[in-house]
């Protein structure tokens, strides 16, 4: 199987050497390979550091909690690795500070590999993602990756407790649609020969789950190297936490999966193989992966997204986090930007005042059709202002101390709830109109600053 195209994007991230006021969030926008439809993406992160936590989301959805302590300790490198499902062109990752410490978020590496359609399919990933908890190659005494998964996944290698590892030569490997690499079936872990009841007890995952009382996916990998017309048959049951999770799987050399994509698990997790009912050979299991399921979080309303989007276009040193989703996560949304609450997220707020923003005013800001404020004060902004009519909510609009040029646009009093109009020292120019002068409950401002030919 040839590799599939995957992005890499090396990240001397700035949180690394700068610190930043916690509140910022670090943005980074993911461009996805065109050519495929919704396409299912592997998305794995490194980093190599001491202490530091802090929360990383992939539009919208909280991925997992960075920790790298642990790993630092026994000169590891950390990485976090999720399947996602892409809703769009682009898909954002957001470093957030978390409030478990006060180290910056930071970032090493990023790969983004796309998925062939039937990988995790069993998956809901209209409502869910998955984040890799575990994945193990069982026997193996080294990591299985790429070249042999052409996905690049990471197959660590697991010996367990009591285990006896062997290795299979005699495997055929079809029909599994997670599409493990046909070497983490070379070996196998399997009850020790001789015992009075064949049994294959493994504490695996080897610690114990992140986040307990939450839903898990589960698949576990397994073939028989044996001739099947010279053997008895390898049928065993698959017991997890003292739960049936699989009765009477039949292993062959062609390879089983067996997989729950709901289970719900915490705490430590005890894997129980035992010959089923008739059969007199023992259990043996190849590989596993287990997966949190991710509940997708909303994302802004597209249209703002956009908009904004061809807004910051227009801008000269846009602020630096104007990057992926502007609302979502809550807890991180844009510099300068409000949001609505609910279930439709809209953008109802822009204040960038005193930013330092040159450039001009993009006529998309049309588009952000639920704003109630725009403070664009303060600025070095040119060009001309903006037929804004469409803006129906908008109550506040404070251009001042710029260098707009041009006229007023009139259509700016037909906008009944328009309650604030600043645009004195700018370089505006003509009447001001008098359905802005007469309108009743406006606070104008055009002077100083301006060369009006009449107005007030």
């Known amino acids: 199987m040839a590799p599939r195209r995957r992005l890499r994007h090396g990240w001397d991230c700035p949180y690394s050497r700068t610190p930043r006021p916690l509140a910022t969030p670090l943005h980074r926008q993911i461009v996805s390979p065109g050519g495929e439809s919704r396409p299912q993406v592997l998305l794995r992160d490194g980093r190599q550091s001491g202490r530091q936590v802090h929360d990383q989301i992939l539009d919208g959805t909280h991925w997992s909690v960075v920790n790298t302590t642990g790993d630092f300790a026994d000169g590891r490198l950390t990485f976090y690795e999720g399947v996602f499902v892409a809703r769009g062109k682009t898909m954002s990752l957001c470093l957030g500070a978390n409030s478990d410490t006060d180290s910056d978020p930071f970032i090493s590496g990023l790969e983004f590999i796309p998925l062939g359609d039937s990988l995790y399919n069993s998956t809901d990933f209209e409502n869910y993602a998955l984040g890799l908890v575990a994945r193990h190659s069982f026997g193996h005494s080294e990591i299985v990756r790429y070249p042999d998964d052409p996905y690049d996944r990471i197959w660590e290698p697991y010996g367990g407790k009591d285990s006896n590892p062997s290795r299979n030569r005699n495997v055929s490997i079809s029909g599994i649609w997670n599409l493990p690499p046909s070497k983490v079936f070379e070996t196998d872990i399997s009850a020790a020969a001789g015992r009075s009841r064949q049994v294959l007890e493994l504490p695996w995952p080897p610690a114990p789950l992140p986040f307990p009382h939450q839903n898990y996916s589960i698949a576990l990998y397994f073939a028989d190297d044996r001739d099947p017309s010279l053997q008895d048959p390898r049928v065993l049951d698959v017991i997890i936490n003292g739960v049936t999770y699989f009765r009477s799987l039949s292993v062959t050399q062609m390879g089983s999966l067996v997989f729950a994509k709901v289970w719900p698990l915490g705490g430590s997790t005890n894997i129980t193989l035992i010959p089923a009912a008739g059969s007199t050979t023992g259990p043996l299991i190849n590989a596993g992966e287990v997966f949190r399921l991710l509940p997708l979080g909303r994302r802004t309303h597209t249209g703002d997204i956009i908009a904004l989007e061809e807004l910051r276009s227009g801008f000269k040193n846009p602020p630096q986090d104007w990057s992926g989703d502007p609302c979502m996560p809550r807890q991180y949304p844009?510099?300068?930007?409000?949001?609505?609450?609910?279930?439709?997220?809209?953008?109802?707020?822009?204040?960038?005042?005193?930013?330092?923003?040159?450039?001009?005013?993009?006529?998309?800001?049309?588009?952000?059709?639920?704003?109630t404020d725009i403070w664009l004060g303060n600025n070095s902004l040119s060009g001309s202002i903006p037929d804004l009519s469409s803006l129906r909510l908008l109550e506040t609009l404070h251009l001042e101390d710029n260098n707009l040029t041009g006229v007023i646009p009139s259509s700016l009093g037909n906008i009944d709830g328009l309650r604030q109009l600043f645009v004195q020292n700018n370089n505006l120019t003509g009447e001001v109109p008098t359905s802005i002068v007469g309108k009743s409950g406006l606070e104008l401002r055009t002077n100083p600053g301006n060369h009006f030919t009449s107005g007030p």
């Open 334 to 371: 844009w510099t300068g930007i409000t949001c609505s609450e609910g279930r439709r997220i809209r953008v109802v707020s822009l204040n960038l005042t005193s930013m330092g923003l040159g450039g001009s005013i993009s006529h998309r800001i049309t588009r952000l059709t639920a704003l």
